[in-house]
């Protein structure tokens, strides 16, 4: 991607998620990555979450109110050329996000595309959303999406489908298309009998695959924030949703060739290489 020039304001784009106060995963993945991709991170705040490398204790959540403020005050003056969604905790909060990005322009078919990766749960099971917030991912969130981004155990709690393989894993990127995403992602890294981790990237048409080889490390908390991250940051730069998800591809195993140990459980993955 172009690297910000002196002198020169670079683009913008917003994150709509939860911080991590191990510094590993949510908004400090997002605006580390962005800030890599030489994009200028904007942050609206969903959650606060209690969480280390061995994983979240607990958290809590802004007031949908302010969530949805966050997010105009920054197009009102800033402005985007993309956004990103992460851990919205609950239907208030998705509601809210969905009613503020209607109001300013972000989603599929605006200007400003939109990534929504649905956060249900950290790598260690913790919730990240309310169980009752699973039908507002459905109805309100995806609709909105420009792309959507789950992983496995994501796609078996907003879809019903276990994906095991090729053909579940078509079936779960339609049914994802269906909800009203644009795009959708059916990401293969948590697919542990596959050799590769290859994303199958559908656009109601066509079916398109991107491989990449699947790395042994225990290190790689972030990982599906840093691929939506890079994925909003490219798009942001003008690159068509094939594109960008190659770049976000490369970025992340990049990403996971370079993460490292970090307090008692699992490392980040690391955008700073
Ligand atoms: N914490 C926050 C705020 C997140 O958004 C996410 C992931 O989306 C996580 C934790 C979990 O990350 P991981 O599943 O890589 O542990």
Redesign the pocket.
């Known amino acids: 991607l172009p690297l910000a020039e002196q002198g020169h304001t670079p683009i913008r784009v917003l994150t709509i998620?939860?911080?991590?106060s191990g510094g590993g995963?949510?908004?400090q993945a997002d605006s580390r990555t962005m800030a890599m991709c030489g994009v200028h991170a904007c942050v609206a705040v969903a959650?606060v979450?209690v969480?280390n490398s061995v994983g979240?204790s607990g958290f809590h959540e802004i007031p949908p109110e302010t969530v949805a403020a966050q997010v105009r005050c920054v197009v009102d003056d800033i402005g985007v050329a993309a956004a990103k969604t992460?851990?919205l905790a609950s239907t208030e909060i998705i509601e809210a996000v969905a009613d503020v990005c209607s109001e300013v322009g972000i989603g599929r078919d605006t200007a400003v595309p939109l990534v929504v990766?649905p956060?249900c749960a950290?790598?260690?099971g913790d919730p990240?959303l309310h169980a009752s917030a699973l039908e507002a991912v459905r109805s309100a969130l995806i609709p909105l999406a420009t792309v959507v981004t789950p992983n496995l155990d994501e796609i078996r709690l907003i879809t019903g489908i276990e994906v095991v393989d090729d053909r579940t894993a078509r079936q779960a990127a339609e049914a994802l298309h269906g909800l009203g995403a644009q795009w959708s992602i059916v990401k293969g890294g948590h697919l542990r009998t596959s050799e590769s981790s290859t994303d199958l990237l559908f656009d109601g048409d066509r079916f398109l695959e991107f491989p990449s080889p699947r790395l042994a490390t225990g290190n790689?908390?972030?990982?599906?924030?840093t691929l939506a991250a890079a994925l909003a940051s490219a798009l942001a730069h003008g690159r068509s949703v094939p594109d960008a998800l190659a770049f976000a591809k490369e970025w992340v195993t990049k990403c996971l060739e370079w993460s490292y140990d970090l307090g008692h459980g699992?490392g980040p993955v690391n955008p700073l290489w």
């Not at 998620?17 to 991590?20: E, L, M, N, P, S």
């Not at 790689?220 to 924030?225: L, Q």
Request: glycine share 24%; hydrophobic share 35%; no cysteine.
């Open positions: 998620a939860g911080t991590d995963a949510g908004i959650a979450t969480q979240v992460g851990m990766d956060v950290s790598m260690h990240l790689d908390h972030g990982g599906g924030d699992h």
